[in-house]
């Protein structure tokens, strides 16, 4: 895990400070946003949008949630930060770096499974247990979509039994895609908002888990306390959770806070 931190950290060092001195110099009208794997793609439409709109620059550092708390809090650099399920903000709340925050809409853990179900998974988590199946789930320590898991297999007694025999554990919902897309792995957990990215599609089914299984989590854009440009940010969480913002998170398959 710290050989991954200190790789976010660089990257968002060289993010800042690559620019020369005149482009720093007006960073105070610029943004950059911490935002989680799965809601990058939201995020980048908005963000050039508001860009156009207000004429400045937005950044975008993406990562595993964890590792990206941990690299802004180690920077004190940027100024939204948007995880993948509100319990980053929960974990973190007493440090003081959190602000307030917007309600973007709703992450649900689903299984992926490869295109058509071949392997005729059904929705329950003891299907994680099959011994026909090579499963992949993500890694606890770095993103949102490995500590959703834990919590979902961990309630129902499952979770030792199951990180006993998956494949692999993976960073975050990026690679989970990418290992189905490869056909590495036959089923895995993941944000079910991938499973309906334009380029994911004719690879993957998504089977949706009861809400009693997997409950919806809140997606909270929230403002960095630090940050040098807290108008222009509270300006941008206004305009990505209103409903211009909310339209395109529902066309990329997130639930939305209007549904």
Same mark, same amino acid.
């Given at each position: 895990?710290?050989?991954?931190?200190?790789?976010?950290?660089?990257?968002?060092?060289?993010?800042?400070?690559?620019? !020369? *001195?005149?482009?720093?110099?007006?960073?105070? /009208? /610029?943004?950059?946003? $911490?935002?989680?794997?799965?809601? *990058?793609?939201? %995020?980048?439409? =908005?963000?050039?949008?508001? @860009?156009?709109? @207000?004429?400045?620059?937005?950044?975008?550092?993406? #990562? #595993?949630?964890?590792?990206?708390? &941990?690299?802004?809090?180690?920077?004190? &650099? #940027?100024?939204? $930060?948007?995880?993948?399920?509100?319990?980053?903000?929960?974990?973190?709340?007493?440090?003081?770096?959190?602000?307030?925050?917007?309600?973007?809409? $709703? /992450?649900?853990?689903?299984?992926? *499974?490869?295109?058509? /179900?071949?392997?005729? %998974?059904? !929705?329950? =988590?003891?299907?994680?247990?099959?011994?026909?199946? %090579?499963?992949?789930?993500?890694?606890?320590?770095?993103?949102?979509?490995?500590?959703?898991?834990?919590?979902?297999?961990?309630?129902?007694?499952?979770?030792?039994?199951?990180?006993?025999?998956? +494949?692999?554990?993976?960073?975050?919902?990026?690679?989970?895609?990418? +290992?189905?897309?490869?056909? @590495?792995?036959?089923?895995?957990?993941?944000?079910?908002?991938? #499973?309906?990215?334009?380029?994911?599609?004719?690879? %993957?089914? *998504?089977?949706?888990?009861? !809400?009693?299984?997997?409950?919806?989590?809140?997606?909270?854009?929230?403002?960095?306390?630090?940050?040098?440009?807290?108008?222009?940010?509270?300006?941008?969480?206004?305009?990505?959770?209103? !409903?211009?913002?909310?339209?395109?998170?529902?066309?990329?398959?997130?639930?939305?806070?209007?549904?």
């Amino acid at each position: 895990m710290m050989t991954r931190y200190l790789i976010n950290f660089f990257l968002i060092f060289l993010l800042l400070f690559s620019l !020369p *001195v005149s482009s720093r110099a007006a960073s105070a /009208n /610029n943004l950059l946003i $911490y935002c989680g794997i799965t809601m *990058v793609r939201p %995020v980048t439409e =908005l963000a050039r949008k508001f @860009e156009a709109q @207000e004429k400045i620059t937005i950044a975008i550092a993406q #990562g #595993g949630s964890e590792d990206l708390y &941990q690299s802004a809090k180690k920077s004190r &650099q #940027g100024d939204l $930060y948007l995880p993948g399920e509100p319990i980053f903000r929960i974990k973190h709340q007493s440090e003081g770096l959190l602000g307030e925050y917007r309600r973007l809409g $709703y /992450n649900q853990m689903a299984f992926l *499974v490869q295109k058509g /179900n071949p392997k005729r %998974v059904k !929705p329950a =988590l003891k299907e994680l247990l099959r011994k026909d199946l %090579v499963v992949v789930l993500g890694s606890s320590e770095s993103g949102s979509v490995g500590v959703e898991a834990q919590r979902i297999l961990a309630a129902a007694g499952l979770y030792p039994k199951v990180a006993a025999r998956v +494949a692999q554990m993976l960073p975050d919902s990026r690679s989970i895609i990418n +290992a189905m897309r490869r056909r @590495e792995a036959d089923l895995t957990m993941s944000w079910r908002a991938s #499973g309906y990215f334009p380029d994911n599609v004719s690879s %993957v089914d *998504v089977i949706d888990l009861s !809400p009693q299984i997997a409950p919806v989590q809140e997606l909270q854009l929230t403002l960095l306390t630090f940050s040098k440009n807290q108008s222009l940010a509270r300006k941008f969480m206004d305009f990505a959770s209103g !409903p211009q913002g909310q339209a395109v998170f529902n066309r990329y398959g997130f639930a939305t806070v209007s549904r």
